[in-house]
């Protein structure tokens, strides 16, 4: 299993988690299975950014962002160097450090009482 340390997200994950995950998970997968509900209005396809998080370490382990991901990611809010989709990010044995944006755009907003 492979260490994720989330970083505290206001409304996501208020003190930050620490969570494993099987090396060919995807991090938003195992953010969803560790009850830190990041969006993912495209159902995890890559239609989308709202599942937008920035790997502050263990960036280089990741396999290159493949030319829609990339393409995606100039949409999204908050985008920095080392940004991916965390439904196309797939953790390796290298533990990773990720931030949840504070924003994300989604023009449709559906299962919140917000």
């Not at 930050?16 to 830190?36: Q, R």
């Not at 495209?42 to 960036?59: D, K």
Request: with cysteine; charged share 25%.
């Amino acid at each position: 299993m492979t260490q994720i340390i989330v970083l505290p997200h206001v409304e996501l994950c208020p003190d930050g988690a620490v969570i494993e995950a099987a090396p060919g998970t995807t991090v938003c997968d195992a953010l969803l299975a560790n009850d830190i509900e990041i969006e993912h209005a495209c159902e995890r396809s890559c239609a989308c950014t709202t599942c937008h998080v920035v790997v502050r370490e263990g960036f280089d382990s990741l396999k290159d962002a493949e030319e829609l991901e990339e393409d995606l990611l100039d949409k999204a809010w908050g985008l920095e160097p080392k940004s991916r989709l965390s439904c196309q990010a797939v953790v390796t044995q290298t533990p990773l450090v990720i931030e949840i944006p504070k924003y994300t755009i989604n023009m449709v907003k559906e299962g919140h009482s917000k």
